[in-house]
T-cell receptor, first 115, second 114 residues
Framework: AQSVTQLDSQVPVFEEAPVELRCNYS??????LFWYVQYPNQGLQLLLK??????LVESINGFEAEFNKSQTSFHLRKPSVHISDTAEYFC?????????????FGPGTRLSVLP | ETGVTQSPTHLIKTRGQQVTLRCSSQ?????VSWYQQALGQGPQFIFQ???????GRGNFPPRFSGLQFPNYSSELNVNALELDDSALYLC?????????????FGPGTRLTVL
């Protein structure tokens, strides 16, 4: 069985400061990795995903995440955050061998960007 | 391209009642998954439907059931509602043909059980 750990439940950061949201997973098989963002009272939006190839993936709004197989991590980073980045961020993992049956989310990290 | 839609947006029921939630998948997607998101937690997988058949199920009791229709829309039914069923219910669609299991979520239905 897979699991996802997001060690930081809350991350406060000042505007224009860098941020890193940590995600670690456990799986005995190859996986796809995802970051989703949830704004207040809304559903989840796909932020970025790692499927294969380059271990560094980027989103259109300045976030990036790096897949590290040896450390089983997929940390999310942004060099300079904006007030509008305040939201809940969820890391998720999908098992390649069991399509759809093992899409597991972490507990989430609440990012609060302070003025 | 039409995104994932869900109805209703909010719902209030009492304990013991039954509820049906609806989801229309994104255009071109043939797979629908349902998740329960309790307050302050990550989404928990309920089940998935592919080509009108259940394709996987999480750790939820049988009173949680679903349907998928030929147009790939879906329903989630919950019988004998309990207070702990209060949550945001999320529907996500994906394409088996895509092969990546990338899931696209609707806005959710907020269910309150009194």
């Amino acid at each position: 069985a897979q699991s996802v750990t997001q060690l930081d439940s809350q991350v406060p950061v000042f505007e224009e400061a860098p941020v890193e949201l940590r995600c670690n997973y456990s799986s005995s098989v190859s996986v796809y990795l995802f970051w989703y963002v949830q704004y207040p009272n809304q559903g989840l939006q796909l932020l970025l995903k790692y499927l294969s190839g380059s271990t560094l993936v980027e989103s259109i709004n300045g976030f990036e995440a790096e897949f590290n197989k040896s450390q089983t991590s997929f940390h999310l980073r942004k060099p300079s955050v904006h007030i509008s980045d305040t939201a809940e961020y969820f890391c998720a993992v999908s098992d390649l061998d069991n399509y759809g049956q093992n899409f597991v989310f972490g507990p989430g990290t609440r990012l609060s960007v302070l003025p | 391209e039409t995104g994932v839609t869900q109805s209703p947006t909010h719902l209030i029921k009492t304990r013991g009642q039954q509820v049906t939630l609806r989801c229309s998948s994104q255009s071109g997607h043939n797979t629908v998954s349902w998740y329960q998101q309790a307050l302050g937690q990550g989404p928990q997988f309920i089940f998935q439907y592919y080509r009108e058949e259940e394709n996987g199920r999480g750790n939820f009791p049988p009173r949680f059931s679903g349907l998928q229709f030929p147009n790939y829309s879906s329903e989630l039914n919950v019988n004998a509602l309990e207070l702990d069923d209060s949550a945001l219910y999320l529907c996500a669609s994906s394409s088996f043909r895509d092969g990546t299991d990338t899931q696209y979520f609707g806005p959710g239905t907020r269910l309150t059980v009194l």
